[in-house]
């Protein structure tokens, strides 16, 4: 007998809207997909301090961080890929519960998992971002000398090099991050945000 029968799910006596009015705010799942080097962990910490230096409280969810903590037993087949944004999907759920605006970056390159983390974040309540910029610029700026290493075949499974990435069909917003500076993504970001009844 599986030991998850056992198991009840239980409910606060605190509203997600509760939490998020005292914060002056509404919970949500901002996700930022796309390749290595497109500027998601950028993106996401410029768009954390720009909300937080306007009174409204941010948190990062990076894929680096969380692979050296929380995900660090997990690789990067495509299961382990699958259950690394699972676990991330069901963190960032909670926060945005908790009436935070909680910013996920990760190159998620499965639709079925971002589906997943939309699906957890409940209606309403998840803005995906897709950087959409070309692997050749991405490869260009090669931050980490990650493509490199791809190419050489030392990093088996690169998204973008030996495993694929799978466009967001209908993303809330789309960057182009080689054409676009980082203010004018974030604008663009914390427009959407505004105009969605998200930020105060």
């Not at 796309?34 to 954390?48: I, M, R």
């Amino acid at each position: 007998m599986s030991a998850r029968r056992n198991l009840t799910r239980t409910s606060s006596h605190v509203s997600s809207e509760e939490r998020g009015g005292l914060l002056g705010q509404r919970g949500v799942v901002i996700w930022l997909t796309g390749l290595s080097g497109s500027g998601k962990s950028t993106l996401a910490y410029a768009l954390e301090r720009r909300l937080v230096d306007v009174g409204q409280l941010a948190f990062v969810l990076d894929g680096d961080n969380l692979r050296h903590g929380l995900n660090k037993d997990l690789g990067f087949s495509p299961d382990e890929r699958t259950e690394n944004i699972r676990r991330v999907g069901e963190v960032a759920a909670l926060f945005a519960e908790a009436g935070l605006i909680s910013i996920s970056a990760f190159i998620s390159p499965y639709r079925d998992d971002r589906a997943t983390a939309r699906s957890v974040a409940g209606t309403g309540r998840f803005v995906e971002v897709h950087l959409d910029v070309p692997v050749e610029v991405c490869e260009r700026r090669d931050p980490k000398g990650l493509y490199k290493r791809a190419r050489a075949g030392e990093i088996p499974q690169f998204t973008g090099v030996s495993a694929p990435y799978e466009i967001p069909e209908l993303p809330e917003i789309s960057l182009d991050t080689d054409a676009l500076d980082v203010d004018q993504c974030i604008d663009t970001v914390v427009a959407y945000l505004s105009e969605h009844g998200f930020l105060r």
